[in-house]
């Protein structure tokens, strides 16, 4: 069992930035694929970033290399941060843990967080 609780939303100006943390419990936190995914209102869920274990992050098109994210495994904790932000960022950002290939995909997370909001004023 994986409980995650994030945190770092807020309201921030376009062009400012954010960190986003998901605190995970469970002792086996380095093997999980550590995911981010946002939900904007009246929208569906959308995957952001991933943090694999033992590979590269994966990260979605849209960003255009303006999300970053990290993983702590001592600390059993991934960060995305979020840079040059956009009004269309606005969303309610939620933490997933899983164990499958499918990194991008809601299905491949068994575990989320209760999300944090994210909203950004133009």
């Known amino acids: 069992q994986v409980q995650l609780v994030e945190s770092g939303g807020g309201l921030v100006q376009a062009g400012g930035s954010l960190r986003l943390s998901c605190a995970a419990s469970?002792?086996?936190?380095?093997?999980?694929?550590m995911g981010w995914f946002r939900q904007a209102p009246g929208k569906e869920r959308e995957f952001v970033a991933a943090?694999?274990?033992?590979?590269?992050?994966v990260y979605a098109a849209f960003l255009k290399g303006r999300f970053t994210i990290t993983r702590d495994n001592a600390k059993k904790a991934v960060y995305l941060q979020l840079n040059s932000l956009k009004p269309e960022d606005t969303a309610v950002y939620y933490c997933?843990?899983?164990?499958?290939?499918?990194?991008?995909?809601?299905?491949?997370?068994?575990?989320w967080g209760q999300g944090t909001q994210v909203t950004v004023s133009s």
């Open positions: 943090s694999l274990s033992g590979s590269t992050p």
């Open positions: 997933a843990a899983g164990l499958s290939t499918r990194s991008n995909t809601e299905g491949g997370y068994d575990y």
């Open positions: 469970g002792r086996t936190f380095s093997n999980y694929n």
